[in-house]
């Protein structure tokens, strides 16, 4: 086990009607002016807007608003929330969404007080050290965003698609009502529950031997994933499972099952070049590209993947053949996004063979190799994107 | 699942050579002046109470120190403490050692800023609303105090043991270096994972259902402890073992692995009647009190018990008899508990047939039942003692 820190300070609100509680928790974290950040009308179109909006009304918080975030969300709209706070006086931002709305307000908290482009935070010009408290209603059992520390944004200029990160971006409080998830579609649904398990697997596979404990709760919340999500799948009003895949959903990314060991991220990144260029919701896109990771670095390093197979797929281990083991691990974890609905292709998520090298380009602009658990080369990655193309 | 809030805000610093950040993480959690809390001369014999010494004085950070601290703290103790924070104008208490420092540490915490008696806390006579900041250096992986709002404090003139809560009362940091508990010795060492094995049962034990994300984690946390404890003993300098044990120690007790679930807490308030008198270590007390708990709760509601044998211990289910294979777990349990050198009767932590009735008086002298799981009368504890006297 490698040495590490742990700082996981957000204060998370959790079920029926939490998200009654926004106002006095605003005013426990000392915002006492709110930007509440926000995608499109799904929130209003299902009541929670009037609701929060009714809460700070009540209490007496006075805010200001902007809509808008799309996925995969962008560096304009974080420019026009940066300005929107410091003309306002905004010392709090609230977000109401997914993983989008969290990032996008995660970036507006980190650039209303920098005196540069808040982008340098994403290129690695400078680090987050400070920025304005933020609290989260979140709608979507997926980026985890509501515990981390992290967020990504698309520069808009160059369609490079790039996270940022820092303990002061941790939201000081989430209120997580399974409730609220209970109308989203089956799949965004699965896509967030691939996500989900993305976050632990990119932690899973590690080099790091002896890490028994973070390796046991990686797989107890790739367990659940697996055997909640079908169950929200035929019955999308099941609140238990959805608040099962909710919490998971949290745990899987702010780093508690991550703690003490190298981790991986080639997935993540192979990926985020897909959605950056089409727009696809990540967790799909993570579907095509986790599974052929997977198979690419199983002849390389199979020993973590022989683990996936037995311990979370519960597939007998056969001692003569190791790897053909893990394979049908691979195969179960395929099997299994098939079954939810997601996508294993480029044709599936509209990517085109032709942007291959272009992808790889930006991909590879800054370093030479993606990933740890097997450094992967310019090659490698080339390899893992032609063999999501059909027929390939 | 339950409604629940979540909130662990301690900053954890983990590995080797951590304590050695001790004087700029006091800093940094607005320490100004100290008071160094501790127990008896293993600290100083193992070289730990100097380095932390030459740490304050090289950082030019004050401090008054307060040593004597013994298993099963006292009061009185506690209440020289706070007279010392008091007049020294002590901001910050550093405890270092083990669940009995800084459960003392947290109580001179809170009494130092309460103006009545600090015990008002622990007989339920008032909140912990206040208290100084407290950073750990923890020695034994065992309480779980380093992540918990928790503290057991014993009464001196009623030998009354009982315990306080009060997220005020969450380390602001705690270090916890594996290294420091190699010199730990066997018993002691069996004692502590004992403790963090029954930390995770009174959450598992439970009649919520659709907890799936908890019993993973608690399933996960119980599996590390028995992989681990066996290879510590076997070579007590094995770090890795010992880090696995430290973490999950933590993981048991800040309430991740039992949130959402009404818990039972049944063995560990039998148990702290035999160690307020007899002051066994709490852990061997437990070794003795839970698998007896497990056998008498057998009968009546065995649901929880089936997947502890089936999931813990990796017992086949027998669909036919399942109280069979959840008997079969007890006893796995209990032959593992045995293995690790822990007691398993009165006759072996010196308690004595003839005080049952006095520490039944004084287990129910302010409620008609213990724990949840099962709501067990005056009469089933009384059971549950006297099945630990040999021959009975």
Redesign the interface.
């Known amino acids: ?16 009607e ?1 998200e009654l509680h926004v106002a006095e928790l605003i005013r426990r974290f000392g915002g006492s002016k709110v930007l509440i950040h926000y995608g499109g009308g799904s929130i209003k179109k299902s009541g929670l807007y009037d609701r929060v909006i009714g809460c700070l009304d009540e209490e007496g918080v006075p805010y200001v608003e902007l809509g808008g975030v799309k996925p995969n969300p962008r560096s304009g709209l974080v420019y026009q929330g940066i300005e929107l706070c410091r003309k306002e006086g905004v010392d709090f931002i609230l977000a109401v969404g997914g993983g989008s709305a969290i990032d996008s307000a995660k970036a507006i908290a980190a650039g209303s007080v920098y005196d540069g482009d808040f982008l340098d935070f994403y290129h690695g010009r400078a680090d987050v050290e400070k920025a304005l408290p933020v609290g989260t209603i979140l709608t979507i059992a997926a980026a985890g965003s509501e515990g981390s520390p992290n967020t990504v944004i698309t520069d808009e200029k160059t369609l490079i698609k790039k996270g940022a990160s820092g303990d002061v971006l941790r939201p000081k409080f989430s209120i997580l009502n399974p409730e609220l998830t209970c109308t989203l579609p089956p799949y965004q649904t699965a896509a967030g529950a691939t996500d989900i398990m993305i976050h632990v697997c990119e932690r899973y596979f590690s080099n790091t ?6 390796d ?2 990686c ?3 790739l ?2 994933v697996i ?2 999500t079908p169950r929200i799948l035929e019955n999308p009003n099941h609140y ?2 959805r ?2 895949l909710m ?2 959903g949290m ?1 899987a990314h702010n780093n ?1 099952c991550g ?2 060991r190298e981790q991986d991220w080639a997935s993540h990144n192979i990926e985020h070049e897909l959605s950056a260029i089409y727009d696809v919701t990540h967790g799909a896109g993570l579907a095509v590209v986790a599974p052929l990771w997977m198979r690419h670095v199983l002849k390389k390093n199979p020993g973590k993947l022989v683990d996936f197979a037995t311990r979370v797929w519960e597939i007998p281990l056969d001692e003569t053949n190791p790897e053909a083991t893990a394979l049908q691990g691979i195969e179960a974890f395929e099997a299994f996004l098939k079954s939810i609905g997601m996508p294993g292709s480029f044709e599936e998520i509209g990517a085109k063979k032709e942007d291959i090298e272009r992808m790889v380009d930006k991909l590879f602009r800054n370093s030479d190799t993606q990933g740890n658990y097997v450094k992967l080369t310019r090659e490698d990655v080339i390899e893992i994107y032609k063999s999501a193309v059909k027929g390939s």
Do not use: H, Q
């Open positions: 086990m490698d040495n590490f820190t742990f700082y996981s300070p957000t204060f998370f609100d959790f079920g029926r939490a031997s002896e890490v028994e404990i973070t046991r709760l797989e107890g919340i367990k659940t055997y909640e238990e499972a608040a099962n919490w998971a745990l508690v703690v003490g």
